[in-house]
């Protein structure tokens, strides 16, 4: 049974709802999900300030950790069209796994939230697989089979790249069952992926 990490960071929890979806599907598809999250970096006083979601059931994520998975499924609200420092600071502590190679064949995937349908959905995720990539890892995205992207009849969330999520400028909008079931959808699909490489 594939063992499989959804590794993320949320400041307002649209991110966390969009992993713990993931996990979902992952469990559904027969494999074994773990959903961590990394360390807040903004001094305590400031996410208060600006009410960020302080209290996540997810534990803390160790880079030390990430080989023993055959999948990492990243996910990450976007900062100015890239994942945010917090992401950032957690790959920059994953060099020794890239000496050793211990990522590469592994399956990767990433998800992200944005605040406005053009605010760098799709470069955001970029900016997650990159990190993957460098590891040698095998990079899985949301097929089009996932219909749920498609249509233009209500705000949606969701790109060939990854899912994804619209949350509104104040982030008042909550992941949308359709973006929740992309989310799903991915998560089968890595363990699906990563059942047929371990095999």
Excluded: C
């Excluded at 302080?54 to 900062?79: K, N, S, V």
């Amino acid at each position: 049974m594939p063992k499989l990490l959804i590794l993320y960071y949320s400041s307002f929890g649209h991110v966390e709802m969009m992993a713990h979806a993931i996990a979902e599907g992952v469990i559904s598809a027969g494999a074994e999900a773990d959903v961590r999250r990394v360390a807040e970096t903004v001094p305590a006083e400031v996410a208060k300030a600006m009410h960020f979601k302080l209290e996540q059931t997810a534990p803390l994520a160790d880079p030390a950790d990430l080989a023993g998975y055959d999948g990492i499924i990243m996910g990450a609200p976007t900062r100015f069209g890239r994942m945010p420092t917090q992401m950032t600071a957690f790959w920059d502590q994953t060099g020794p796994l890239w000496m050793q190679g211990a990522l590469v064949g592994k399956v990767g995937a990433a998800f992200t939230a944005t605040a406005s349908q053009h605010g760098g959905q799709e470069t955001t995720l970029f900016s997650m697989l990159t990190n993957m990539m460098h590891h040698g890892m095998v990079l899985a995205g949301l097929p089009s089979t996932f219909q749920g992207q498609m249509g233009v009849d209500e705000i949606r969330g969701g790109s060939p790249y990854g899912p994804t999520t619209v949350t509104a400028g104040d982030g008042s909008r909550l992941p949308s069952p359709s973006e929740l079931d992309g989310a799903r959808f991915l998560g089968a699909h890595v363990a699906r992926i990563a059942a047929k490489l371990a095999s």
